[in-house]
């Protein structure tokens, strides 16, 4: 079975673009994760979806930031006007399950990589 | 407010030794869930083992076992007989049930290099 996937794996853009990054959950997950990973560094948590509801965004680090998942699956992360410091790893998970102690699976993530 | 301490940053071993990973989190939660990811020089995050808290058995799968420690905090992850294919950066992490349950709290990594 396919895991989670994600495009562009790469991304260039120039301080002030806009960019979206995309994320296939694998098929039937419920909850969809986006995490920011800058270099040499964890995965630091961005949102979380409930099939297409937003349930939390509290690791979104500015309102340049927005994501959605409007029919339940596909996700797509958007960052607004990029800064520098928007240069990271940005990694996509997915879970069958709703709880704390479901196992999140990882996309291989897009690196973002503003000039 | 959770939190998760990888202290080792890098460690080299030769192949064949033993090597430990160590894991200290922190949390006000009693119930909670501890995590190991492996990532490779690809960047997917590989899911290891989760335990939970009430749950202190030590748990061993092949050559990797998990030393799971309440009084101290402490989830450190053992490799035996490490292989060059067990370099890469070894994450911990920390899902709250109450305090933080939708999201995962990693530590900063430990990036381990194993050479012939």
């Known amino acids: 079975g396919a895991g989670v996937s994600q495009s562009p794996r790469y991304k260039v853009a120039k301080r002030g673009q806009d960019v979206a990054l995309r994320c296939d959950p694998i098929s039937g997950h419920v909850s969809l994760f986006w995490y920011q990973q800058a270099l040499g560094q964890g995965p630091e948590f961005l949102t979380y979806f409930q099939n297409e509801a937003q349930l939390d965004k509290s690791g979104l680090p500015s309102d340049r930031f927005f994501a959605e998942r409007p029919e339940g699956s596909v996700s797509t992360l958007k960052i607004q006007r990029t800064q520098k410091e928007d240069s990271a790893v940005y990694l996509c998970?997915?879970?069958?399950?709703?709880?704390?102690?479901?196992?999140?699976?990882f996309g291989p993530g897009t690196r973002l990589t503003v000039l | 407010a959770q939190k998760v301490t990888q202290a080792q940053t890098e460690i080299s071993v030769v192949e064949k030794e033993d090597v430990t990973l160590d894991c200290v989190y922190e949390t006000r939660d009693t119930t909670y869930y501890l995590f190991w990811y492996k990532q490779p020089p690809s960047g997917e995050l590989v899911f290891l083992i989760r335990?939970?808290?009430?749950?202190?058995q030590n748990e061993i799968s092949g050559r990797y076992s998990w030393n799971f420690q309440k009084s101290t905090s402490s989830f450190n992850f053992t490799i035996t007989a490490s292989q060059v294919v067990d370099s890469a950066v070894y994450f911990c992490?920390?899902?709250?049930?109450?305090?933080?349950?939708?999201?995962?709290?990693f530590g900063t990594g430990t990036q381990l290099k194993v050479e012939l």
């Open positions: 998970a997915s879970s069958q399950d709703r709880g704390p102690s479901r196992v999140q699976f």
């Open positions: 335990r939970n808290s009430f749950d202190e």
């Open positions: 992490a920390l899902s709250e049930a109450e305090g933080g349950g939708n999201k995962l709290t």
